[in-house]
């Protein structure tokens, strides 16, 4: 219960550290002026003060050090969550973990009769069902010997 609401607090710093690091790397100075010239050009600068580049510059190295910490940080936490919760998953998870027992040698057989093809001849309704026929052997002959040729 502890590490869920650890994880939840380092997830909300975690997104709060994401949009702070975007609006701080929007707001820097660059050649074609960046997303400050759609501020009014000297928006950052009245805000806060002639030096704020240098601001920016160290508030986005703090931002992405905290980005990077925190990434390593959760993704430690969720590998090691992740082999705890697969030992004491739910009772559906441990029945789909469980393993499958081996199959027997039983034979198969079909849920419903086969069809039965419709024979050309009519049967009555008072009659009984026909046993199959047995198969009969061929008839095995031996060859005659043919009489010799001179």
Same mark, same amino acid.
């Given at each position: 219960m502890l590490w869920t609401v650890i994880t939840d607090i380092l997830l909300v710093i975690f997104v709060l550290d994401c949009a702070f690091m975007g609006l701080v790397i929007m707001m820097q100075r660059s050649k074609q002026e960046g997303l &400050?010239?759609?501020? &009014? &050009?000297?928006? !950052?600068?009245?805000?806060? &003060?002639?030096? !704020?580049?240098?601001?920016?510059?160290k508030a986005t190295v703090i931002a992405a050090a905290i980005f990077f910490t925190l990434s390593l940080t959760l993704a430690r936490i969720y590998s090691h969550h992740g082999k705890s919760a697969a030992n004491q998953g739910s009772a559906i998870q441990q029945q789909l973990l469980a393993p499958v027992p081996a199959a027997t040698n039983a034979v198969v057989t079909p849920a419903t009769p086969a069809p039965v093809a419709p024979s050309s001849t009519p049967t009555s309704s008072t009659s009984s069902p026909v046993a199959p026929a047995t198969p009969v052997p061929a008839k095995t002959t031996t060859p005659t010997s043919a009489p010799a040729k001179p």
């Open positions: &400050g010239a759609a501020f &009014g &050009g000297g928006f !950052t600068e009245s805000i806060w &003060g002639a030096q !704020t580049s240098n601001v920016l510059v």
